[in-house]
């Protein structure tokens, strides 16, 4: 072996190893749907997913966090199940805060008021409600962001069959975490 093929083959070693640490993943599931959230460096990637769409694709009896697993091809660094309420209430005082700041997206809003945000109790307030998911990792990824996408998983799996779909999502999430500028 050359020199060069091995510099080549040790340099693009290096670079998948850096592009996936600097990925990070966060899922809060209830009993109507589910928010898996992907962070690159600067990008939040949202995919709701309803329940129906998570149940069809639980067909090797996979469970909370192993389906996302299995799905996506890496384990979330934080996964939490929640009821309805709980799901919702979270959610609105992230909504909240966007309303607050006047900012149309609320976890946009959280990333530009994250200094401020510091000294108060918003975070350990969001946290205490979902005690297995990491509020806390999630806000300090989320105060780098710079764009926010949200992705309805019903839409992007469109008409493409149940046998396929793990294959698609893998490589349509690999896709989308690589968005050009």
């Not at 749907?33 to 769409?53: H, M, R, W």
């Amino acid at each position: 072996m050359s020199v060069r093929r091995l510099f080549i083959i040790l340099a693009l070693v290096f670079t998948l190893v850096s592009c996936s640490a600097q990925r990070k993943a966060f899922v809060l599931e209830s009993d109507e749907k589910v928010a898996a959230y992907f962070f690159t460096e600067d990008s939040l990637v949202e995919v709701e997913i309803p329940s129906d769409i998570l149940s069809s694709l639980r067909q090797d009896g996979s469970q909370g966090q192993d389906t996302f697993t299995s799905l996506f091809s890496f384990s979330p660094d934080s996964y939490d199940s929640v009821t309805d309420a709980v799901y919702e209430e979270r959610l609105g005082f992230y909504k909240s805060l966007g309303d607050v700041t006047g900012s149309p997206d609320p976890y946009l809003a959280y990333s530009r008021y994250s200094r401020q945000l510091k000294g108060s109790d918003f975070v350990e307030t969001v946290d205490a409600l979902t005690p297995g998911f990491d509020e806390k990792a999630f806000t300090e990824a989320l105060a780098t962001v710079d764009e926010h996408y949200v992705y309805n998983l019903e839409q992007v799996l469109g008409s493409v069959s149940a046998s396929d779909s793990a294959e698609f999502l893998q490589l349509w999430l690999d896709s989308v975490l690589n968005l050009e500028k």
